[in-house]
């Protein structure tokens, strides 16, 4: 159970078109959000649709792939981690941000 210690598996689409940051390292970065849907029934017998938005990061040759071939509304499977950090915005104010760092990746749905 050691290795299922940080673990997120989620299935959803693309809110948007990744952004590919190019950092003066060399390294390459992506970053997109996504979107998974779940259905229950309330009190009252009505089908309610919810909707969870999951920022997402990627490094190294996966951003290859992302920047290839996902635009918004992709339907991706991914596995990651939870990474949460925190920075100061231009007025000085803390902002905390909770990322999945995306290990995994798998393309869903149809071949565009």
Request: charged content about 25%; overall charge positive; proline content about 1%.
């Amino acid at each position: 159970m050691s290795t299922l210690r940080n673990k997120v598996q989620l299935i959803g689409n693309l809110g948007n078109t990744p952004e590919i940051i190019n950092l003066e390292s060399g390294k390459k970065l992506a970053k997109f959000s996504l979107a998974t849907n779940e259905s229950y029934k309330n009190a009252k017998g009505e089908t309610v649709k919810e909707t969870q938005w999951h920022n997402l990061v990627a490094w190294g040759k996966t951003v290859d792939i992302v920047s290839k071939y996902l635009q918004k509304g992709s339907e991706i499977a991914v596995e990651g981690k939870l990474v949460s950090r925190s920075y100061d915005d231009k007025n000085g104010n803390k902002k905390y941000v909770t990322e999945i760092v995306v290990n995994e990746l798998l393309m869903l749905g149809n071949k565009a």
